[in-house]
């Protein structure tokens, strides 16, 4: 059976009536469906990739020292992360790329369990399909079975904005330990926290200072409004770390140069991310309020780029009634079966189309 055999139907694609419905609106589409910036990429990021232009030589998949290095930085002084070793990071080719091939990568196969979110980003469970292991969407630290080779977790969530607590990210960690399993936290939300503090993995606080079995994964797509880069990275235990490098160099799945030093250019400034969580601010407090006097609930939501909202019924229902006010959203049945009942609707549009959306919102009071 081919891979693509393997794979669910791809989730986007049965939004096509709803957009057609909501973009027939009289005052355009809002489209809150997808979590992709709209906002400018930082000048220095452009001026980092112009200047790195002249890349004749092959990249290396390890990453260059300088790009190293801002990792490392970025993480210690960032996240309060635990000293890294440089043989403890490695850039990747945006993070999904690694969400879906991690399994593959670690060996994982057909009598393993890849866990994740109960509601989740549909690639871990995808990741898990490429491998021909057992996908096991699981919540509960205590649950984890011996099988499991692979446990993801993710703070802030996409699509619930939830954040885990301490003791959530240190119980992960034991049950992890306890199995033999890496744990892979995917944090590239980690600088949108709103209403909590957002906690690395790669925190002493989470790991008692050891790292062993344990990856952090992050993105410059979000935090710098940067998603056409295609640039992310991992870093934690070595051991894991290392034959991911090996294995990758028999793949080419090489960061190129001019990205790399793009990426280095990012993680080394704070004032853009400054900048940016201030406008995502903004827009979700215009669009939280919206939602809740049209008669959503919201739940979770303490961070990332979206509010997980609920009005009771079906989640297709939802977005038929969204469609016919031009407001396109994402179904929660995208995430799980447990998220039938729920949207995600995105905060990545327009100061002018948020505005928008909350105008008809309130006008279907």
Same mark, same amino acid.
């Given at each position: 059976?081919?891979?693509?055999?393997?794979?669910?139907? =791809?989730?986007?694609?049965?939004?096509?009536?709803?957009?057609?419905? !909501?973009?027939?609106?009289?005052?355009?589409?809002?489209?809150?469906?997808?979590?992709?910036? &709209?906002?400018? $990429?930082?000048?220095?990021? %452009?001026?980092?990739?112009?200047?790195?232009?002249?890349?004749?030589?092959?990249? @290396?998949?390890?990453? $260059?020292?300088?790009?190293?290095?801002?990792?490392?930085?970025?993480?210690?002084? /960032?996240?309060?992360?635990?000293?890294?070793?440089?043989?403890? &990071?490695?850039?990747?080719?945006?993070?999904?790329?690694?969400?879906?091939?991690?399994?593959?990568?670690?060996?994982?196969?057909?009598?393993?369990?890849?866990?994740?979110?109960?509601?989740?980003?549909?690639?871990?469970? %995808?990741?898990?399909?490429?491998?021909?292991?057992?996908?096991?969407?699981?919540?509960?630290?205590?649950?984890?079975?011996?099988?499991?080779?692979?446990?993801?977790?993710?703070?802030?969530?996409?699509? $619930?904005?939830?954040?885990?607590?301490?003791?959530?990210?240190?119980?992960? %960690?034991?049950? !992890?330990?306890?199995?033999?399993?890496?744990?892979?936290?995917?944090?590239?939300?980690?600088? =949108?926290?709103?209403?909590?503090?957002?906690?690395?993995?790669?925190?002493?606080?989470?790991?008692?200072?050891?790292? @062993?079995?344990?990856? #952090?994964?992050?993105?410059?797509?979000?935090?710098?409004?940067?998603?056409?880069?295609?640039?992310? =990275? &991992?870093?934690?235990?070595?051991? &894991?770390?290392?034959?991911?490098?090996?294995?990758?160099?028999?793949?080419?799945?090489?960061?190129?140069?001019?990205?790399?030093?793009?990426?280095?250019?990012?993680?080394?400034?704070? !004032?853009?991310?400054?900048?940016?969580?201030?406008?995502?601010?903004?827009?979700?407090?215009?669009?939280?309020?919206?939602?809740?006097? !049209?008669? =959503? /609930?919201?739940?979770?939501?303490?961070?990332?780029?979206?509010?997980?909202?609920?009005?009771?019924?079906?989640?297709?229902?939802?977005?038929?009634?969204?469609?016919?006010?031009?407001?396109?959203?994402?179904?929660?049945?995208?995430?799980? #079966?447990?998220?039938?009942?729920?949207?995600?609707?995105?905060?990545?549009? @327009?100061?002018?189309?948020?505005?928008?959306? #909350?105008?008809?919102?309130?006008?279907?009071?």
């Amino acid at each position: 059976m081919g891979l693509a055999a393997r794979l669910p139907d =791809f989730p986007w694609d049965t939004l096509a009536d709803a957009k057609r419905v !909501a973009s027939a609106h009289p005052g355009g589409l809002v489209d809150l469906s997808v979590g992709t910036p &709209v906002d400018p $990429t930082p000048q220095l990021a %452009v001026d980092a990739m112009a200047g790195a232009g002249d890349a004749h030589g092959y990249p @290396t998949v390890w990453g $260059t020292p300088q790009t190293r290095a801002a990792i490392r930085a970025y993480l210690e002084g /960032r996240w309060a992360s635990v000293e890294l070793a440089d043989e403890g &990071v490695m850039p990747v080719v945006g993070t999904k790329e690694l969400v879906a091939w991690l399994p593959l990568l670690l060996g994982i196969g057909p009598s393993d369990a890849v866990v994740f979110p109960e509601c989740a980003y549909p690639t871990y469970e %995808v990741g898990a399909l490429v491998a021909n292991a057992e996908p096991l969407p699981l919540d509960d630290p205590g649950a984890v079975p011996d099988h499991a080779r692979l446990i993801w977790i993710n703070s802030p969530a996409n699509p $619930t904005g939830r954040i885990l607590p301490l003791e959530a990210l240190r119980a992960f %960690v034991a049950a !992890a330990r306890r199995v033999g399993a890496v744990l892979a936290s995917d944090e590239c939300y980690g600088e =949108f926290a709103w209403d909590a503090e957002a906690i690395s993995v790669l925190d002493p606080r989470v790991n008692d200072g050891d790292l @062993t079995g344990l990856l #952090a994964v992050h993105s410059v797509s979000k935090r710098s409004n940067a998603a056409g880069y295609r640039g992310g =990275f &991992v870093a934690g235990d070595p051991a &894991v770390v290392q034959p991911l490098i090996v294995a990758r160099k028999h793949l080419g799945m090489m960061l190129p140069a001019p990205m790399q030093a793009a990426m280095a250019a990012m993680l080394g400034d704070q !004032a853009h991310v400054e900048e940016q969580r201030g406008r995502y601010l903004g827009r979700r407090a215009v669009l939280k309020p919206a939602l809740e006097a !049209a008669g =959503f /609930r919201i739940d979770d939501s303490e961070g990332s780029l979206y509010l997980w909202a609920t009005r009771g019924e079906n989640c297709r229902a939802t977005i038929d009634w969204l469609a016919e006010r031009g407001i396109l959203a994402a179904p929660g049945d995208f995430y799980g #079966a447990a998220a039938a009942q729920h949207v995600r609707v995105a905060l990545t549009a @327009t100061d002018e189309r948020i505005a928008a959306a #909350a105008e008809r919102l309130t006008a279907s009071r």
